[in-house]
């Protein structure tokens, strides 16, 4: 399911008529000629042009971007940073759009359904666009599911998710990188995600009931709040391995200081950790950290 077909009236327009809709899905996108998607579909049409129109609604002097928000950004991108170019590809600046007549909840499904089938939203992106979805227009994850094409059980998991997340006081981790004040009161949907993936577990060994499950998500994640999404699946995995030893695994990994290291190693080298961590029946991060404490106790 996409929203690019031609159901609308085609035209073309010029770039300053041209606005994101409050109907258009995507998150904000705070500095758009330094964000790598950007530039990278600025790349795109360069190269092969414009493949799809922007899908558009009239909106008071303006016409409201519903699909193509990148699009929009990448093509202010071309005209500022190679300007022959853009009037090249877009002789009179006028840039193909379809206008379509949508009524608001027509215009934020319209928007979602696009972005569930380019499988380009992050997690917390989806799970505001179903809870807006549920709660200005009155629709069931049902009617959602239908209307976009996305997996019934995946609403069910994000708007759980974000019921949670909404308990907590901690800041949500948005698309980009965040800084090292937000990253430490911070918690993203992945995160969450594996939290509740724990509760299952423990649900499912008969460690919890039923009626503890959403006690245990909501304590867990403010305990885990700043850590690292890859510390939170080899919790899980430790888990997996002793779950009655829950307890002491939670807290054996919220009770010290762990940063996630972006480093370039060897090729070769990886090789050999991927190998070691098939034969232990590891993750990764389980046996980089064993060699790294054996390298310094040694020293």
Not at 151 to 180: C, F, H, M, Q, W
Not at 231 to 260: C, D, G, N, V, W
């Amino acid at each position: 399911m996409g929203c690019n077909m031609s159901t609308g009236v085609e035209s073309r327009v010029k770039l300053e008529e041209l606005k994101v809709s409050k109907y258009n899905v995507r998150g904000e996108i705070l500095e758009p000629f330094k964000d790598a998607r950007v530039i990278a579909l600025a790349n795109d049409i360069i190269k092969r042009g414009l493949i799809n129109k922007l899908i558009v609604i009239k909106e008071n002097e303006h016409y409201g971007i519903v699909c193509g928000k990148l699009r929009y950004y990448a093509l202010l991108y071309i005209r500022t940073n190679h300007t022959k170019k853009f009037y090249e590809l877009f002789p009179g600046g006028l840039i193909p759009v379809e206008i379509r007549k949508l009524k608001p909840k027509e215009a934020v499904l319209l928007s979602l359904a696009e972005n569930v089938y380019t499988n380009s939203l992050s997690n917390e992106e989806l799970a505001s666009a179903i809870i807006r979805l549920k709660t200005e227009y009155n629709l069931t994850d049902e009617d959602i599911s239908k209307s976009t094409g996305l997996e019934l059980d995946r609403i069910k998991l994000l708007s759980y998710i974000k019921s949670i997340r909404d308990s907590l006081n901690a800041i949500l981790v948005g698309p980009g990188r965040p800084t090292l004040t937000e990253r430490e009161k911070s918690i993203g949907t992945l995160s969450l995600v594996i939290v509740k993936k724990i509760a299952d577990l423990l649900k499912e060994k008969g460690i919890i009931s039923e009626d503890e499950v959403d006690a245990f998500v909501l304590d867990t994640a403010e305990k885990v709040i700043g850590l690292p999404s890859r510390q939170l699946r080899l919790m899980y995995h430790k888990i997996q391995k002793e779950p009655k030893k829950y307890k002491q695994i939670i807290q054996s990994f919220t009770s010290k200081k762990l940063k996630a290291l972006n480093i370039a190693i060897d090729e070769k080298l990886v090789e050999k950790i991927k190998k070691q961590a098939r034969k232990q029946g590891k993750l990764i991060d389980e046996v980089v950290e064993e060699l790294i404490k054996k390298a310094f106790s040694t020293s």
